[in-house]
C-alpha cells in the first residue's frame, strides 16, 4: 500500500528536523560545495557530517558526485532551494509579528 501524502510530507519534515542539515542545505542553496568547504565553513567534525549527508542523500534532497579524490554535494533540485527560502520568509513574517506583539506588551506595560 501506498504511503499518504501527509506522510510522506511528515517524513520530508522530520529529516529537515536537524540544524546541521538546514545549515547544509543553506550552503548548497549558494552553489555546490566540496565536503572539505562544508566542513570549514561549519565547524564540524568529518564523522558529524558525512552522517548528516548521507541523511539528506537518502531523502533526495542533495546529490553527491565525485571530483578526483574528493566529492562535492549539491541540491537535487531548484525545489530544495525554493523550501529553503519559503522557510526563511515564514520565519520572517513570524518573527514581525512577535515583535509586534512585543511592542504592543511593552506599551501596554508602561500604561
Do not use: W
Amino acid at each position: 500500500m501506498p504511503v499518504p501524502l501527509y506522510q510522506a510530507k511528515a517524513e520530508l519534515f522530520k529529516t529537515l528536523g536537524h540544524p546541521l542539515r538546514i545549515r547544509v542545505l543553506e550552503l548548497l542553496c549558494e552553489g555546490p560545495k566540496h565536503v572539505r568547504d562544508l566542513l570549514v565553513e561549519m565547524e564540524v567534525e568529518a564523522p558529524n557530517l558525512s552522517q548528516q549527508l548521507a541523511v539528506l542523500r537518502r531523502a533526495g534532497l542533495v546529490t553527491a558526485r565525485r571530483d578526483g579524490t574528493t566529492v562535492a554535494y549539491e541540491l537535487a533540485g531548484p525545489d530544495v532551494s525554493e523550501l529553503m527560502r519559503a522557510a526563511r520568509g515564514i520565519l520572517t513574517e513570524l518573527l514581525v509579528g512577535q515583535r509586534e506583539l512585543l511592542a504592543e506588551l511593552e506599551q501596554s506595560r508602561r500604561n
